[in-house]
């Protein structure tokens, strides 16, 4: 994914979310859900569909501003039939101001059917450097070993 992006999120890495549009307000995204990401239906996982979601809508609004990040403030996800086979999620910014992107995204399945539905809220936030030596790492207390 950070190919298109330019960022690396290494659960979405893991998860094999490929990127097809990231242009202009509105973002693709494929994905296969391999036996691990399926629930006890033997469907895609529900949160694993919330994740595509989440980085569809995310896509869509970075794509009009790509040297900005953003972060989920919210999202709101409706779940229509069980997703299956080859995934496409489809993107698209709704609105957006100066600091905050309103966007929604759609799970299709192989046949065409809608499967997911979202809309969510997203702070466009500066990039800044990450690891452990960047001005902005996390700092957690060390490990007991009691």
Same mark, same amino acid.
């Given at each position: 994914? @950070?190919?298109?992006?330019?960022?690396?999120?290494?659960?979405?890495?893991?998860?094999?979310?490929?990127?097809?549009?990231?242009? /202009?307000?509105? @973002?693709?995204?494929? $994905?296969?859900?391999? !036996?691990?990401?399926?629930? @006890?239906?033997?469907? #895609?996982?529900?949160?694993?569909?919330?994740?595509?979601?989440?980085? #569809?809508?995310?896509?869509?609004?970075? @794509?009009?501003?790509?040297?900005?990040?953003?972060?989920?403030?919210?999202?709101?996800?409706?779940?229509?039939?069980?997703?299956?086979? !080859?995934?496409?999620?489809? *993107?698209?910014?709704?609105?957006?101001?100066? #600091?905050?992107?309103?966007?929604?995204?759609?799970? $299709?399945?192989?046949? *065409?059917?809608?499967?997911?539905? /979202?809309? *969510?809220?997203?702070? $466009?936030?500066?990039?800044?450097?990450? *690891?452990?030596?960047?001005?902005?790492?996390?700092?957690?207390?060390?490990?007991?070993?009691?």
């Amino acid at each position: 994914m @950070s190919i298109k992006t330019g960022i690396l999120v290494p659960f979405v890495e893991h998860l094999g979310f490929t990127i097809e549009r990231f242009d /202009s307000g509105e @973002s693709e995204l494929n $994905y296969t859900a391999l !036996p691990e990401h399926m629930n @006890s239906f033997q469907v #895609t996982h529900g949160g694993a569909c919330m994740t595509l979601l989440d980085v #569809t809508m995310a896509v869509a609004a970075r @794509s009009v501003q790509k040297d900005m990040g953003v972060v989920t403030i919210e999202m709101k996800t409706s779940f229509m039939q069980p997703a299956l086979g !080859p995934l496409v999620a489809k *993107g698209r910014l709704m609105h957006r101001t100066a #600091t905050m992107a309103f966007s929604e995204a759609t799970i $299709y399945d192989a046949k *065409g059917r809608a499967c997911s539905h /979202s809309t *969510g809220t997203f702070k $466009y936030v500066k990039r800044l450097p990450v *690891g452990a030596t960047a001005a902005n790492a996390q700092q957690l207390p060390p490990l007991s070993t009691d």
